[in-house]
T-cell receptor
Framework: KAGVTQTPRYLIKTRGQQVTLSCSPI?????VSWYQQTPGQGLQFLFE???????NKGNFPGRFSGRQFSNSRSEMNVSTLELGDSALYLC?????????????FGPGTRLTVL | DQQVKQNSPSLSVQEGRISILNCDYT??????FLWYKKYPAEGPTFLIS?????DKNEDGRFTVFLNKSAKHLSLHIVPSQPGDSAVYFC????????????FGGGTRLMVKP
């Protein structure tokens, strides 16, 4: 079974630009979550989608948004990029529920904002 | 607020010895905990979990202990191997539906040959 895939793996953008990251979950998984990892803050939850609806949201500004398609694939968008947005963005999928279903993470997209 | 904390950012252990990674939490409503392992340039991988109805869960070389009264859990790796060198995160489901994980800051484990 193919794992969670994320594209692109690396991105370099400049301040003020916007970026879209993509995540394809494991086949059959309906829950997709996004996380930001930085050296100072560790792993932080961004949001979670289930059945094309944002079900949970972390404490990030509105510049961070996402969506999920009918095939469970998800995209994350960051607008008006800031230097502090440089991070590894991880996507994770699970069948339905994180607490009872194992989460599987993708390799991440490393975003560098110059 | 950090509801899950890993106070040791790094740990260095000799191969063959025991590695003990610690995690503290503040929310007594948490009833399920997970440990993830992360290698550089890869996403975290699930390692082991524990439910609050247990105080210990073992899987091969990995054992997680939960002390509910102290709101503390620990991951023991015995014997430690160089391939265990990675960042370890503890996590807890944050909402009632268990769909939002909150992670500790991670502990970088280095196992020296």
């Amino acid at each position: 079974k193919a794992g969670v895939t994320q594209t692109p793996r690396y991105l370099i953008k400049t301040r003020g630009q916007q970026v879209t990251l993509s995540c394809s979950p494991i086949s059959g998984h309906r829950s997709v979550s996004w996380y930001q990892q930085t050296p100072g803050q560790g792993l932080q939850f961004l949001f979670e989608y289930f059945s094309e609806t944002q079900r949970n949201k972390g404490n990030f500004p509105g510049r961070f948004s996402g969506r999920q398609f009918s095939n469970s694939r998800s995209e994350m968008n960051v607008s008006t990029l800031e230097l502090g947005d440089s991070a590894l963005y991880l996507c994770a999928s699970s069948l339905v529920d994180f607490s009872t279903d194992t989460q599987y993470f993708g390799p991440g997209t490393r975003l560098t904002v110059l | 607020d950090q509801q899950v904390k890993q106070n040791s950012p790094s740990l260095s252990v000799q191969e063959g010895r025991i590695s003990i990674l610690n995690c503290d939490y503040t929310n007594s409503m948490f009833d399920y905990f997970l440990w993830y392992k992360k290698y550089p340039a890869e996403g975290p991988t699930f390692l082991i979990s524990i439910s609050s109805i247990k105080d210990k869960n073992e899987d091969g070389r990995f054992t997680v202990f939960l002390n509910k009264s102290a709101k503390h859990l620990s991951l023991h790796i015995v014997p430690s191997q160089p391939g265990d060198s990675a960042v370890y995160f503890c996590a807890a489901p944050r909402d009632n539906a268990g769909n939002m994980l909150t992670f500790g800051g991670g502990t970088r484990l280095m196992v020296k040959p």
